[in-house]
C-alpha cells in the first residue's frame, strides 16, 4: 500500500505552483506595459477657434406681422344688373370717382324721366294754383297739397336717380386695380366681387407684442421690417397706433406701424419679421453660435489655454511649442443676434474659446487651431448660394 505525501512535500508542491504563476504574471504585466509603450500617441486635433469679445448690443423684440394697405378694398355692386362696358384694364392705375363698371340701365332711365315729368307737371300746378290763390280763386289748402305732392314726385325721382347713379360704378378712393374676372354681358348679383382696389404707396404692419414689453412701447418709436421676397433688405418703419386693449386669450397687445412703400414692393397680405429697438445699447460678450454646444444638462464651450506647468507627457509641436488644452466649460447664454449670441456667464473677456470642431475634443485633449476656415459670425447674416 503507498503512502500519502507528508504535509512537507504538500507545502513545497503548493509554493512552486504560486511561484509559477508569479512568474507568468510578472511576464505579461512586462509584455503588456511594453505594448502601451510603444503605442502611438494621439495627434492634436485641428479646431477653429476665436477670442471671447465684448460688443455694444441693441436690444430688440422680434415678432412676425402682416402687411395691410391703407385703403383697401373689394369693389362690389348694391344692386343687380347686367354689365355693359368695362372702362379700365386689370392692374390700371385709377384716380378716386373714375368709372370702373357700366351696368344696364335702359329702364332705370326711363322711368327716371317719367317721374321727372310726374315732378315737373306738380311744379306747373303749384304755380297755377299760387296765382288762383292771389286772385282768391282757391282755397289755402289747395296750394299745401300742391307743394306736398311736388315734394313726393320730387322724392320719387331722386331715389330713382340714385338707382341710376348706382349702375355707373366709381373708384372710391386712388389707387391699383387689381385682376377682373367680370366681362361684358355678365350678370351681377349684389355684393358679388368685382375688383380689388388697394392704396400702397404707404403700407401698415400689423403685429402682436406680449403685454410685459408694453412699457416699451411708444407712438413714433422706430422699428425695422424684413420680408422673405427681398432678402437681406431692410425697410423702416414708424409705429403710428397701439392698440387701448390687451388680447385675453393671448395676453398680447396689436401695434401698427406705417411702412413708406414708395417703390411699391411690399403687398397687403404678406407677412413680414419685425424687429423693434427696446431700451439703450447693452454690452455682452459674444461667441459666434456654432461655438456652443446645447445639451439637457446645460451649454457647454470648449476653452483652449497652455497645458499646466506641472503637466507631465506634454505634447508639442515641430517648434517644441506646447500644444493647446481643451478645458470644457459650462456657459449661460443670452439672446441672439445673426450669426452670434451673447454669454451671460461662465467666460471671460479674450480667453480663446473652439468655434468648430468640438465633436473631436474631450478634457484634456490638445489641439491645434487652423482658422483658415472660419465658421459664420455676421450680426446681419444674408442667405448665400454656392
Request: net charge positive; hydrophobic share 40%; with cysteine.
Amino acid at each position: 500500500m503507498a503512502k500519502r505525501p507528508t504535509t512537507k512535500r504538500m507545502l513545497i508542491m503548493v509554493g512552486c505552483v504560486i511561484l509559477l504563476i508569479a512568474v507568468l504574471a510578472f511576464g505579461k504585466f512586462l509584455q503588456i506595459k511594453k505594448l502601451i509603450a510603444s503605442a502611438p500617441k494621439p495627434s492634436a486635433q485641428v479646431v477653429t477657434a476665436a477670442k471671447v469679445a465684448s460688443a455694444e448690443w441693441q436690444p430688440q423684440l422680434t415678432s412676425v406681422g402682416t402687411l395691410t394697405p391703407v385703403r383697401g378694398v373689394d369693389v362690389t355692386t348694391e344692386i343687380a344688373g347686367l354689365v355693359r362696358e368695362i372702362r379700365f384694364k386689370s392692374g390700371d392705375e385709377v384716380k378716386k370717382g373714375e368709372v370702373l363698371f357700366e351696368l344696364n340701365a335702359d329702364s332705370d332711365i326711363a322711368q327716371l324721366r317719367a317721374l321727372q315729368a310726374n315732378a315737373d307737371l306738380a311744379n306747373t300746378t303749384l304755380k297755377r294754383d299760387k296765382l288762383q290763390l292771389q286772385a282768391q280763386a282757391i282755397s289755402q289748402a289747395q296750394v299745401d297739397a300742391d307743394e306736398a305732392d311736388l315734394k313726393a314726385r320730387q322724392a320719387l325721382a331722386a331715389q330713382q336717380k340714385a338707382l341710376v347713379d348706382k349702375k355707373t360704378i366709381r373708384a372710391p378712393f386712388s389707387g391699383k386695380l387689381g385682376i377682373t374676372a367680370v366681362n361684358p354681358g355678365q350678370y351681377l348679383n349684389p355684393g358679388d366681387k368685382l375688383v380689388t382696389l388697394q392704396t400702397i404707396d404707404t403700407v401698415y404692419v400689423d403685429f402682436f407684442v406680449p403685454q410685459k414689453n408694453l412699457a416699451n412701447l411708444s407712438l413714433g418709436q422706430k422699428l425695422n421690417l424684413t420680408a422673405d421676397a427681398y432678402p437681406g433688405l431692410a425697410f423702416p418703419a414708424k409705429v403710428t397706433s397701439i392698440n387701448p386693449k390687451i388680447d385675453p386669450a393671448t395676453r398680447n397687445v396689436q401695434v401698427q406701424a406705417t411702412v413708406p412703400n414708395a417703390k411699391r414692393q411690399l403687398l397687403p397680405g404678406m407677412f413680414a419679421n419685425v424687429s423693434l429697438d427696446q431700451g439703450e445699447l447693452k454690452k455682452y460678450l459674444t461667441l459666434p453660435q456654432t461655438a456652443i454646444t446645447y445639451n439637457p444638462y446645460g451649454s457647454t464651450v470648449f476653452v483652449l489655454a497652455p497645458p499646466p506647468a506641472d503637466a507631465k507627457d506634454v505634447m508639442k509641436d515641430d517648434k517644441g511649442q506646447p500644444y493647446a488644452v481643451a478645458q470644457q466649460v459650462f456657459v449661460t447664454t443670452g439672446p441672439t443676434r445673426g450669426d452670434q449670441v451673447a454669454i451671460l456667464s461662465g467666460l471671460k473677456e479674450g480667453q480663446v474659446v473652439v468655434t468648430s470642431g468640438q465633436l473631436k475634443l474631450k478634457n484634456g485633449t490638445p489641439a491645434v487651431i487652423d482658422n483658415k476656415v472660419l465658421p459664420a459670425n455676421d450680426i446681419n447674416p444674408k442667405p448665400q448660394e454656392h
